[in-house]
């Protein structure tokens, strides 16, 4: 019975990401590789960020690596609670609470990884 409610509890609605929410994230990973194989890892940071549900864009707050910046989100399965803004370059994902941003430039690639909580 005890895991039955705990399913439903995982799986109700209110875990879900969804419009309007502000997540405070914590860095996991911060490296860039270079074209020629050189790694370099960058001090981890944490970062807030809003889904505005007017504009479609997330909405970073003003500290952190992305501080200040607006990214118009693309992709969104709100029930697999999937978020994602792409561009030619780069692609930012939130899903179930994890975020992956990815960057490639032609001479390096820079990946940023961090777990997010709603922030109430």
């Known amino acids: 019975m005890k895991q ?3 399913a439903l509890i995982l799986i109700s609605p209110i875990t879900y990401a969804d419009w309007g929410d502000t997540y405070f994230c914590v860095m996991t990973h911060h490296s860039i590789v ?3 194989g050189k790694q370099t890892n960058y001090i981890l940071e944490n970062f807030k960020f809003q889904m505005n549900a007017k504009q479609r864009v997330f909405i970073f ?3 952190g690596y ?3 910046t607006i990214m118009p989100i693309s992709v969104f399965v709100s029930e697999l609670e999937i978020y994602q ?3 030619e370059s780069s692609h930012f994902q939130l ?3 994890k975020v992956i941003y990815t960057v490639f ?3 390096y690639s820079r990946v940023l990884t961090a777990d997010c ?3 109430d």
Do not use: P, R
């Open 117 to 119: 909580d709603k922030f």
């Open 61 to 63: 707050g003003e500290s």
């Open 85 to 87: 803004s792409k561009d």
């Open 34 to 36: 270079t074209n020629e």
């Open 105 to 107: 430039s032609g001479v």
């Open 4 to 6: 039955v409610l705990l």
């Open 66 to 68: 992305f501080k200040g």
């Open 95 to 97: 899903e179930k609470g």
